[in-house]
């Protein structure tokens, strides 16, 4: 199962990249696309904006605008289209300049998410590296680490143990956002970072690097569903166990638009068939690796409308 | 209206000055001797140093100059005795605790007021003796190098009295207990039919904000920021921080104005003037304190607040909007890519707005004058304009001229002296103020203080 679906998304990649008018791509491509050519003469960002938007829109793109806006101002070195130096949107884009923006508006007609095109995102104060299928943090998972934060303040450790002694544990880190971001606000913490996918791994392994952090992070390939006991020999007790597991059903997958369903790792998404696989298994594991200190909740982020499940563990 | 206000006031205050200038003799800023005397001595073959090269105003004075009016003399006299009083007050044994701290914050206020001013006439004491000695003295050789010494001595202690003249008007001018704040600036472009000039000059008034901004060593956040199509600025809000940062821009809110001729290579028909217009808002940044905001109060919409969020959708969309219900304020940010940072920005500007509205409802002259200054946002309305075609920029409140306009919008110096002269000008209208206003209130003093001396 997992095969086909690394083949599909290597495709479906490919169908992106290779998206040239005289291209040639399989019968196996998951979506047909040929691409505008690149203009003859020179254009501004802001026409090449212009340009892409109507083309997404043409071919059915989700958020057009926010698209062709976040691929051009990251090519011009900005994060935001606000953020561009002023005066370079409306200068002529060098030769150069106009093919990289052309390639990579590209890869976006195939819906690849805007994040893996330009192979970057920003998590509350990080810039991470993105790369498929490994997940994608979402907006509101940067609330999740604020409840965390707080959470850290409220309850030290009794005893006076000062940060320097605590860990925590994240299941499921993905391309590393939760446990990166707990770790720049506080200096003294360490942690553990567990995921099934070797991908998200070894994503999780640059971006603490990256910023600096990999000396307070360790991160390990486990399924937590298959391996419980080498999750619990991997560090003594942690006071804190976070995650964002995946929570949605699985009849619901197959509705999910083609950004999620063509790029991103199902694995990260699919919660079963009541959506509470993961969950479950994380709870059930808890008491074993959190210690015998403060109290026991745990905040879960579930849902369209963003409920936080406080569940008490006693 | 406050403009009438402003314009009253200052003409009232041109007639001061000038009554003033009249017996003002020499040049350079000081009194001669002769010169004290009265105006049959007058030195007119100095040269008007307020001619040459320097920026040509409409009323032009000097702090110290303010000395010399006679409802400022009265006020001093006031606060002299005021100061008298509490001194006298303090002395005695029964007076309370809390009327003692009220008594000494007054004494520390007041002394160095009162010092300045003892020290003035002990300088003009000195200069009388000195003219005494001066005409005293006969022809003799010994006599003449008497003279000499005099006459170094009289400047001395006329420039001495100078200084000291225009430090206790400074000292005088109530304050503004807003001006070391940190600022919210905002620029938003005007509207024209036709053409971009209104967004190109916001955008170059914002270059020159953040020029001033360096210039005066201040910390310049953008805090949000929207470019038009063309290439200009729609508008921008930006955090100001740093030394008194509001005492020297809170005059700069207004419209301003701007006039051009477009480029080259139009007809003769285009070459006519064009005019945009931009305005600036600033608005003090609040004590935290002052500012609460119950979470129940805000709606805040995101990506997410329009439908479907968390693990079953990607989104790039990270603009945030919150509304204050109660008010119905609003502040959004699309800054940055992150969510919770935008929420962060767009929380800041919201508070920024609040404590703008809250200080309104205290019903304070002085903000309702600020608003009043944008709300309009007519060409009747300007406090500024900026003539590239004849390169000069006029601040109409003033008067004050400036040439160079190029050098001007790089926003640093020539900025700085406009402000500075602008800031002038308010600071003697608030001395002006106050002294008119406690003038009319020492007739209703209640004879309490006059009992005090017992």
Redesign the interface.
């Given at each position: 199962m997992s095969v086909f679906k690394s083949v599909m998304w290597k495709r479906a990649l490919n169908a992106g990249l290779m998206c040239q008018p005289k291209g040639t791509w399989g019968v196996h491509a998951v979506r047909r696309c040929s691409a505008p050519a690149v203009p003859v003469n020179r254009i501004t960002a802001l026409q090449a904006m212009d340009i892409w938007k109507r083309h997404f829109m043409e071919r059915g793109v989700t958020e057009p605008e926010h698209s062709s806006q976040h691929i051009i101002a990251h090519l011009l070195g900005a994060k935001t289209i606000e953020s561009v130096e002023r005066g370079k949107l409306t200068e002529l884009l060098s030769p150069e300049k106009t093919e990289q923006v052309w390639k990579l508006c590209t890869r976006r007609l195939s819906r690849m998410p805007v994040q893996y095109v330009i192979e970057e995102w920003d998590f509350r104060d990080l810039t991470l590296k993105m790369r498929p299928p490994v997940f994608i943090p979402r907006p509101e998972t940067e609330e999740l680490v604020d409840l965390v934060l707080a959470d850290l303040e409220r309850f030290p450790k009794p005893g006076g143990v000062v940060d320097a002694q605590r860990s925590f544990m994240e299941v499921g880190c993905g391309s590393g956002a939760i446990s990166l971001s707990l770790l720049k606000s506080r200096p003294q913490l360490r942690a553990v970072a567990v995921d099934r996918s070797l991908d998200a791994v070894n994503l999780t392994r640059e971006n603490a690097l990256r910023l600096g952090l990999q000396d307070r992070l360790q991160v390990y390939h486990v399924d937590v569903m298959k391996d419980a006991e080498t999750v619990l020999d991997l560090c003594g007790p942690v006071s804190t166990l976070v995650s964002n597991p995946p929570y949605l059903f699985s009849e619901d997958m197959k509705s999910l638009e083609p950004e999620i369903l063509r790029f991103e790792d199902h694995a990260a998404l699919d919660g079963g068939d009541d959506g509470l696989g993961v969950i479950k298994q994380i709870l059930a594991l808890a008491p074993q690796i959190l210690s015998n200190h403060g109290p026991r909740f745990c905040i879960l982020q579930k849902d369209e409308s963003n409920e936080h499940l406080d569940m008490d563990l006693h | 209206m406050f403009v009438n206000g402003w314009c009253r006031i200052w003409t009232s205050c041109r007639r001061v000055i000038y009554s003033s200038r009249k017996r003002r003799i020499g040049g350079g800023g000081w009194r001669t001797l002769t010169g004290r005397t009265g105006p049959k001595h007058a030195n007119t073959s100095g040269a008007q140093p307020w001619s040459s090269g320097a920026p040509s105003r409409f009323c032009h004075s000097d702090f110290g100059d303010l000395y010399e009016n006679v409802s400022v003399q009265k006020y001093i006299q006031q606060l002299t005795e005021e100061h008298g009083n509490v001194r006298k007050k303090l002395q005695h044994l029964y007076v309370s605790e809390s009327e003692r701290k009220v008594l000494q914050m007054r004494h520390t206020e007041l002394l160095p007021l009162v010092t300045m001013f003892e020290r003035i006439q002990e300088a003009q004491k000195d200069l009388e003796e000195l003219s005494l000695l001066y005409n005293s003295a006969g022809s003799k050789d010994e006599d003449e190098q008497l003279m000499e010494l005099c006459k170094e001595e009289e400047m001395q202690i006329s420039s001495k009295i100078v200084d000291l003249r225009k430090d206790l008007m400074e000292a005088l001018v109530p304050q503004d207990p807003l001006d070391s704040s940190n600022i919210l600036l905002e620029v938003i472009s005007g509207r024209t039919t036709g053409g971009d000039i209104c967004q190109r000059f916001t955008?170059e008034m914002f270059?020159m904000y953040q020029g001033f901004a360096s210039y005066m060593n201040w910390d310049f956040e953008?805090l949000?920021?929207?470019?038009s199509?063309?290439?200009g600025l729609h508008h921008a809000a930006v955090k100001i921080a740093g030394e008194n940062v509001y005492r020297y821009l809170k005059h700069e809110g207004g419209t301003h104005r701007v006039q051009i001729i477009p480029e080259v290579g139009l007809s003769s028909r285009m070459q006519r003037i064009h005019t945009g217009t931009m305005t600036v808002i600033i608005l003090p940044q609040p004590v935290e304190l002052d500012v609460r905001i119950d979470p129940k109060d805000l709606r805040i919409d995101?990506?997410?607040s329009r439908?479907?969020?968390?693990?079953?959708?990607?989104?790039?969309?990270?603009a945030v909007r919150i509304v204050h219900l109660p008010t119905g304020i609003t502040a959004e940010c699309?800054?940055?890519?992150?969510?919770?940072?935008n929420r962060d920005t767009a929380m800041k500007v919201l508070k920024f707005r609040l404590y703008e509205r809250m200080m309104d409802k205290e019903n304070n002259l002085r903000h309702r004058a600020r608003k009043q200054q944008v709300g309009m946002r007519t060409q009747s309305d300007r406090i500024r304009t900026y003539n590239f075609s004849q390169d000069r920029v006029t601040d109409h409140r003033t008067g004050y001229e400036a040439r160079d306009i190029k050098a001007f919008m790089r926003g640093g110096e020539p900025l700085y002296h406009l402000v500075c002269d602008v800031l002038k000008h308010s600071e003697m209208e608030a001395l002006l103020g106050a002294v008119e206003s406690s003038s009319s209130s020492s007739s209703l003093k209640p004879p309490e203080l006059e009992q005090s001396a017992d």
């Open positions: - | 955008s270059e953008v949000s920021c929207s470019d199509e063309y290439s995101t990506f997410r439908g479907a969020g968390g693990q079953s959708v990607n989104t790039t969309d990270s699309q800054q940055t890519r992150s969510q919770l940072k």
